[in-house]
Nanobody, 124 residues
Framework: QVQLVESGGGLVQAGDSLRLSCEASGRTFSSYVMGWFRQAPGKEREFVAAVRWSDSSTDYTDSVKGRFTISRDNAKNTVYLQMDILKPEDTAVYYC?????????????????WGQGTQVTVSS
């Protein structure tokens, strides 16, 4: 089992930046893909970005391409989500998740371990 702890959320203005961190512990060697998802009030949880441990290949949802960057630090067992040019529509609880799949995935069902979430609020 992998334990995930997110940090770095907060209240910012439109156009600002934030960096979210997700520290993994436990059986991290079994986690091949790390992802970030978000859930806004009244909406379903949605995929944001994912990175594969083995080669750092990445995937992004269209709405964040060019603004968000996912990266990982293997030595620290930590995944980051750098969020630039934030918009009010980025407001959500952001969740870190781990998948044992060797392939990049956007499916919630492929991610077996989840963090507790961190709130990101972007004011206009």
């Amino acid at each position: 089992q992998v334990q995930l702890v997110e940090s770095g959320g907060g209240l910012v203005q439109a156009g600002d930046s934030l960096r979210l961190s997700c520290e993994a512990s436990g059986r991290t060697f079994s986690s091949y893909v790390m992802g970030w998802f978000r859930q806004a009030p009244g909406k379903e949880r949605e995929f944001v970005a994912a990175v594969r441990w083995s080669d750092s290949s990445t995937d992004y949802t269209d709405s964040v391409k060019g603004r968000f960057t996912i990266s990982r630090d293997n030595a620290k067992n930590t995944v980051y989500l750098q969020m630039d040019i934030l918009k009010p529509e980025d407001t959500a609880v952001y969740y870190c998740a781990a998948s044992r799949s060797r392939l990049l995935s956007r499916r919630i069902a492929d991610f077996g371990s989840w963090g507790q979430g961190t709130q990101v609020t972007v004011s206009s």
